[in-house]
């Protein structure tokens, strides 16, 4: 059996200063970290206080009492090519200038934890409401990772190629077609064969228009 690391001090004294600020409301004193943790001196609690200043995770007033506080990491910006539209309706034609384009249109900063890690994505925006019930509404925009195998149900990008045209729909492989289903009550699912569907992408995220 493998063996379990066990916190460190300096990881148990931020651990109980984080839940002391969420239970109490304010700041622990150098003594209730000592009684919390269980260490026998304040020397200690001391040293690794500076330490945990010094490497950015907590701040402290020496002027005054119960003065730690966490500081919040910076969140981490990635960019994301938005390469055009796609339809979440009737497919909509796809390389025209205020449509689909494979040329960057513009660059969009969006948290990193949004995207999977090691992916990589670009963005689309939506025209139309079709996938209104997997709250997709038209103007949002649509993180796609660029694949061309996908499961049943996943919500995907995907070019007809008779039509020259892109739609955004879930795609289900039936015997001899594939369905594309719409995700909105008013609206039929429509059928394709399977030469006739290429998919480019798979929905991993939406930034919601407010």
């Known amino acids: 059996m493998r063996k379990v690391k066990s916190p460190s001090t300096r990881e148990r004294i931020f651990s109980f200063i984080r839940d002391f600020l969420a239970v109490k409301g304010y700041a622990p004193t150098v003594r209730d970290i000592v009684r919390g943790c269980n260490i026998s001196t304040t020397s200690v609690v001391q040293h690794h206080l500076d330490k945990l200043e010094k490497e950015g995770y907590i701040q402290r007033d020496p002027q005054v009492f119960r003065s730690i506080r966490l500081v919040e990491p910076e969140a981490v910006n990635i960019e994301v090519p938005l390469l055009g539209i796609i339809a979440a309706g009737e497919p909509i034609p796809v390389p025209t200038a205020d449509t689909w384009s494979a040329e960057t249109q513009d660059m969009l900063k969006i948290p990193a934890d949004m995207v999977p890690a090691k992916t990589s994505v670009y963005a689309l925006k939506v025209k139309g409401t079709s996938m209104i ?16 195998l996908v499961n049943n149900g996943e919500m995907v ?44 992408g798979r929905v991993v995220g939406v930034i919601r228009k407010l």
């Open 133 to 148: 019930d997997a709250l997709i509404n038209d103007g949002d925009i649509v993180l796609m990772e660029p694949v061309t």
């Open 157 to 200: 990008a995907v070019w007809l190629k008779d039509r020259q045209e892109v739609t955004l729909k879930r795609l289900y492989r039936e015997k001899a077609r594939i369905r594309l289903q719409p995700a909105n009550p008013t609206m039929k699912p429509f059928y394709e064969q399977p030469e006739n569907v290429e998919v480019q």
